[in-house]
């Protein structure tokens, strides 16, 4: 014991002896400075850079339009990396909306309340008759325009997001456009909301493919694409006659988006008991549809595979929701005894429900406990979106695409941003940006917005790096690798918090 402590003694009085020749405060390591990469344009003139488009050009988000939204809509974002002024048509508050005097006409945004998107509790205070602030224009991102509207004479009579803004009653968002004289422009998601209008609805509007006057379409139609193309390959024409240069995106396949794949076809729990309760009311309807399978056997009128896909069957557990299908055979016309027989079916993995159709399924018809959304009472076709109506918006947004590109490839002046591909890698394996990995997520995935079909901000800032990694390609600039010459994901928001006013 001794002798450790003599070992002891000695390994202190040594340490006394080095502390006399140490300096205990290490010098700070200083960082080594990053190299300044300045940032060449490579002569592009963005002098007066003009966004033409929709709601994601504008800015909309969880919703609505208000002013932060605007602040961090993706052509702000181009304008503060090209150094240039720009102005956009704000709306007087964070809240988003509009009022008619004191009646609200379109309600606040969304906020995450805990458990999913809530309408933010105030009141608008944009009227939607007032004028915009401000008399000349940047953006020219119209909330709902499709693509015809944009060169429609008196769109702003019909748009307050284009009123608030326009030259004149009569004007044309493309003609106020042009008068700014842009020497650079954006002309995106043009041809979106020709489809997305039928998408919202459930597939409630009509494929207009084959009609030619948009002039007898309805809200919720899908845009011919002949219609596009020449509106399309129009406005390019017009904007670059004097020489403007420009990027043109295409269409993703907005079914991707959150608004149709967060609600899943089979949300209804069911237990034994009230399975059995179901069948029960169900099976006058699933025997009538054997009898006719057997009165029309051999003409091929109906099939078993068509009568096994109507049978509706509830089970202990998950189960499919019970919808109206349109495009299933009409037996009454076939036979007027069949009439009483409805196009009824359980949904599959193949059917998209809408984001709204969550807070419908499960709720009673007139307070009655035997009506019930989605079981005892089938949804209507404005919640769903079958495989045949999501066919009819994947053909047409294919041709407006093949439109896109052709134009975009036979017009030097002009560069297409891949936006479609960009969405369709969220929507499967994520994209990283800035080491955050965004999906189509509601709420959690950080692109997509509580709406379910706009951005973020922080979305619209990946949009933004996409257009001026665009640019470099085509026309040899660096962004992508100049100092700041990108937005970063940490600047910008995945949702708003509800105290912004």
């Known amino acids: 014991m001794k002798n450790y402590k003599y070992i002891a003694l000695f390994l202190l009085s040594i340490g006394g002896f080095m502390s006399c020749d140490v300096n205990n405060e290490l010098d700070p390591i200083t960082e ?30 969880d919703g609505a339009l208000f002013i932060k939204a605007q602040e961090n809509s993706f052509p702000s974002i181009l304008a503060s990396k090209f150094g240039t002024s720009f102005a956009s048509p704000l709306m007087n508050d964070n809240i988003g909306g509009f009022v008619l005097g004191s009646t609200v006409v379109q309600p606040p945004r969304f906020y995450f309340n805990g458990a999913g998107p809530a309408r933010l509790n105030a009141v608008p205070t944009t009227q939607v008759t007032a004028r915009a602030s401000g008399t000349s224009f940047n953006n020219y991102g119209i909330p709902g325009a499709k693509s015809f509207h944009l060169t429609f004479p008196g769109y702003a009579t019909l748009n307050p997001y284009f009123g608030r803004m326009a030259s004149a009653p009569n004007a044309t968002v493309m003609g106020d456009a042009l008068t700014q004289a842009p020497t650079f422009f954006t002309l995106s998601e043009i041809g979106g909301n020709d489809v997305l209008g039928f998408a919202l609805s459930g597939g409630a509007g009509v494929d207009q493919t084959g009609n030619l006057n948009p002039a007898t379409y309805g809200s919720n139609d899908i845009t011919d694409p002949n219609v596009f193309a020449q509106v ?52 006058p309807y699933n025997g009538g549809l054997q009898q006719a399978l057997a009165a029309l056997a051999g003409t091929g009128l109906l099939t078993q595979a068509e009568v096994d ?40 993995a193949d059917d998209l ?17 035997a009506l019930i959304n989605g079981v005892s009472v089938p949804l209507a076709d404005m919640w769903v979106l079958t495989p045949e109506e999501q066919t009819a918006i994947k053909t047409a947004t294919d041709a407006y695409n093949t439109t896109i590109q052709q134009v ?24 990283m940006f800035d080491g955050n990995l965004m999906t189509t997520g509601l709420v959690t995935g950080g692109l997509i917005s509580l709406d379910g079909v706009h951005l973020t901000g922080r979305g619209y800032a990946l949009m933004a790096n ?14 992508s690798v100049a100092t700041d010459g990108l937005a970063k994901a940490e600047n910008y928001p995945t949702n708003y918090n509800p105290s912004l006013r």
């Open 353 to 369: 429900l809408l984001l709204a159709s969550s807070s419908f399924l499960g709720t009673t018809v007139g307070g009655n406990p």
């Open 32 to 61: 080594e400075a990053e190299p300044v990469v300045q940032l060449n344009t490579n002569g592009l003139d963005f002098s007066k850079y003009v966004a033409i488009g929709a709601s994601f050009t504008s800015g909309f988000t």
């Open 309 to 348: 896909r109507r049978t509706i069957n509830f089970t202990a557990g998950q189960n499919a929701v019970v919808i109206i299908d349109e495009d299933l055979t009409d037996l009454g016309a076939i036979n007027p005894a069949f009439a009483a027989l409805p196009k009824y079916r359980q949904a599959t």
């Open 408 to 431: 975009a490839s036979a017009n030097p002046n002009i560069t297409m941003v891949d936006f479609k591909t960009v969405l369709q890698t969220a929507s499967t394996t994520g994209i």
């Open 232 to 283: 399309f390959s129009g406005m390019v024409t017009a904007l670059t006659t004097n020489g403007a240069k420009g990027v043109v995106a295409n269409v993703p396949y907005i079914t991707s988006l959150a608004n149709f794949t967060t609600v899943p076809f089979n949300s209804i729990p069911m237990d034994a008991a009230t399975a059995a309760q179901v069948n029960a009311g169900y099976a």
């Open 466 to 479: 996409e257009i001026l990694g665009a640019i470099d390609t085509e026309f040899g600039s660096n962004f």
